[in-house]
């Protein structure tokens, strides 16, 4: 594991949301050790999905594949990843490298983040560390979310957000970080709070790829021009509200597709995405009142549509205002990459990366992450 007496390493995190359609990689230095270290981006990337896209989506949408065809793909995955991390590095070396996968399948306490970690630690010669779920799924918890914690140490030191804040991660699903006034303790659990929202994304994608032709809806531009039917945005308010809620994680079954498959006829593609992003903003508005300004990060910031509705509603909860996270000095484009960073560099430092108040995990938490590599020699050990 690193060595004790090295005071700053670079760490690639890299991450694949549920919306399925790229490889988003962040070079970040980490500082110190443990909770206390500080973390910062030195840059980042990203890679499409190109052909896999689709086969991607095959098995996470539970269509049959065989095994032959479920192994291939994870170390052509893996092979891509190391493309991609490659031409992040350059002529650097990374310590560490801490890999998502892609969930194909979660339905606590079952979940599955596809990933063959060995054709990046035999491109790349730096250990990997991946399966950030799987210890807390086995110890009670619901493996997700498991962000929370990364995001307090990234905005720990931020000015401006001495009164708390609420970081929104727009992806496949949305999900909520609440940062407190009040300190945290050595745990890091008493200021912070995590939980999974609604569908986003997944649904957003959806829509545009069977009803406007298109992989998504560039910046929301479609959407921005359609009209909100209150009816069919209360329906799916109502939907996208029941499967939140307490200690539980969405994934396979929660994305409202059904939602989707029901009006997707009764309104015209702009209107229905318009409405869409309508309802998940309403949803997202009321989980995360009283919570502080709201912060935006993942590909749903950029969504103009989404952007305006999240305004809207979060004058009627009591949201003082909303920003793209990158105003406070978080990427909006690369957080969630950055906290797999940060999330990898706390697992090498035995430190456990889930909250119970968050994932529901037993006591005594568990360390996170499994190990592909550790025999190669560390960056560290040169420094």
């Known amino acids: 594991m690193a060595e004790q007496n090295a005071s700053s390493r670079l760490v690639v995190g890299c991450m694949t949301g549920t919306s399925i359609d790229a490889i988003d990689c962040a070079l970040v230095r980490i500082d110190g050790r443990g909770l206390a270290m500080k973390a910062s981006l030195v840059r980042g990337s990203t890679q499409s999905l190109g052909e896999l896209r689709a086969p991607l989506r095959a098995l996470a949408e539970q269509r049959p594949m065989s095994a032959g065809e479920i192994a291939k793909m994870a170390m052509e995955f893996g092979t891509l990843h190391a493309e991609a991390i490659g031409r992040l590095l350059m002529s650097e070396r990374a310590d560490l490298i801490c890999v998502h996968g892609q969930t194909v399948f979660h339905a606590p306490p079952l979940s599955w983040q596809l990933m063959n970690p060995w054709p990046i630690v035999r491109a790349i010669r730096t250990p990997v560390v991946y399966d950030l779920r799987g210890a807390d799924l086995a110890s009670g918890g619901q493996g997700a979310p498991v962000t929370p914690l990364a995001d307090h140490i990234l905005l720990a030191d931020w000015p401006g957000l001495e009164l708390g804040c609420c970081i ?44 406007m032709g298109r992989e998504f809806d560039t910046d929301g531009a479609e959407a921005a021009q359609g009209k909100v039917d209150t009816k069919v945005s209360s329906e799916l308010t109502s939907l996208a509200a ?20 029901t ?118 050990s040169r420094h």
């Open 168 to 211: 929104v991660n727009l992806g496949g699903f949305a999900n909520a970080t609440v940062l407190a006034k009040t300190e945290c303790d050595s745990s890091g659990q008493s200021a912070v709070r995590g939980f999974d929202i609604c569908p986003c994304n997944q649904l957003l994608d959806r829509i545009a790829r069977e009803t």
């Open 263 to 380: 009006n997707r006829t009764r309104l015209a593609p702009r209107d229905l995405a318009a409405t869409a992003c309508d309802a998940i903003a309403a949803v997202i508005a009321a989980r995360c009142a009283g919570s502080g300004p709201m912060l935006l990060a993942g590909g749903g910031a950029k969504n103009r549509s989404l952007f305006a509705a999240l305004q809207r509603h979060a004058v009627s909860n009591g949201i003082p205002s909303v920003h793209p996270s990158d105003q406070f000095g978080l990427s909006s484009e690369y957080r969630e990459a950055m906290e797999f960073a940060v999330l990898g560099a706390l697992c090498d430092d035995r430190v456990p990366i889930t909250l119970r108040g968050v994932t529901g995990v037993s006591e005594p938490v568990p360390i996170s992450g499994s190990w592909a590599g550790l025999g190669i020699e560390r960056a560290t």
């Open 242 to 261: 029941e499967s939140g809620g307490g200690i539980r994680s969405l994934g396979t079954g929660d994305e409202a597709f059904t939602w989707l498959n």
